[in-house]
């Protein structure tokens, strides 16, 4: 399984971005995909995440009503639409996919990574 991410830049704040994540390999929709993200200094939280069977999404409190995590199968590729950004976004972003529907938020429960895509929100 290999994911790719991609779809980072700098906006100001208030501005929107859209996030790709290109799985290849997966052999199953028992999975769930996430997104996590880093901030210098800081360790990885978790975003959003959402289930490949059923389409259930997850949200950190902070991202809530901003972002919105999405899938196409067919296209294998889950998407973050990221709005109203602030400065406190900036981070690289990272998305990753476990075998299993349950959406975890921990990075260590997620086996395959992306190689992360900065964002940065200016004031």
């Known amino acids: 399984v290999q994911l790719q991410a991609s779809g980072g830049g700098s906006v100001q704040a208030g501005g929107s971005l859209r996030l790709s994540c290109v799985v290849s390999?997966?052999?199953?929709?028992?999975?769930?995909t996430a997104w996590f993200r880093q901030a210098p200094g800081k360790e990885r939280e978790f975003v959003a995440g959402?289930?490949?069977?059923?389409?259930?999404?997850y949200y950190t409190d902070s991202v809530k009503g901003r972002f919105t995590v999405s899938k196409v199968s067919a296209k294998n590729t889950v998407y973050l639409q990221m709005n109203s950004l602030k400065p406190e976004d900036t981070a690289v972003y990272y998305c990753?996919?476990?075998?299993?529907?349950?959406?975890?938020?921990?990075?260590?429960?997620?086996?395959?990574w992306g190689q992360g895509t900065l964002v940065t929100v200016s004031s």
């Open positions: 990753a996919l476990r075998w299993g529907s349950t959406v975890h938020y921990t990075s260590d429960r997620y086996t395959y």
């Open positions: 390999g997966r052999t199953s929709n028992d999975a769930a």
């Open positions: 959402v289930r490949w069977s059923g389409g259930n999404t």
